[in-house]
């Protein structure tokens, strides 16, 4: 195993530490069923199970050497990084929907290298799709924008 896989894997195993350290402020269990720290408990201690095989695990250096990894030599990992810190930007300014949208185009299209009609397909059935289990059915607010209040004034949103 590489040097670089190691210092990953202990740093999830770090990771996984300080998350259950945190998690477990939470009650994980109450009266009336699961709480709200139960979920990233069970999560902390699958990642630091995770992270411990990879320690142990020997691995293959033939299969990557040390350097093999080139995450900026494609595009993949600019589209989908550049997606996500979009959509940390604009969610407070334009809500959910619109850089919902536009992000899934842009991991799609230029990630994934899919075209332009599979991507805007794609990008526009997910986001309904999540708006409607999400935000119709199940009543979860959403961040405000211009998209929201339309569907809010449509009656497909509970919360805008």
């Known amino acids: 195993m590489t040097r670089t896989a190691r210092y990953v894997a202990l740093g999830g195993v770090l ?6 350290r945190e998690a477990s402020k939470l009650e994980a269990w109450g009266w009336d069923g699961p709480g709200p720290g139960l979920m990233p408990q069970v999560l902390s201690v699958l990642i630091g199970i995770m992270a411990l095989a990879v320690l142990a695990w020997p691995g293959d250096p033939n299969v990557e050497p040390e350097g093999g990894a080139r995450p900026f030599a494609n595009g993949t990992f600019l589209a989908y990084g ?3 810190l979009g959509v940390a930007i604009a969610l407070p300014y ?4 619109l850089p919902m949208v536009v992000a899934t185009v842009v991991m799609l299209r230029f990630g994934e290298r899919t075209s332009w009609g599979q991507a ?8 309904a799709g999540i ?3 999400f935000g119709t059915a199940l009543g979860v607010p959403f961040p405000g924008g211009i998209a929201e209040r339309a569907l809010y004034s449509l009656g497909l949103l509970r919360n805008a």
């Open 15 to 20: 990771f996984a530490i300080f998350g259950w």
């Open 82 to 84: 550049a997606a996500m």
């Open 94 to 97: 334009l809500g959910f929907i």
């Open 120 to 127: 805007v397909f794609y990008g526009v059935t997910l986001t």
């Open 131 to 133: 708006v409607l289990v």
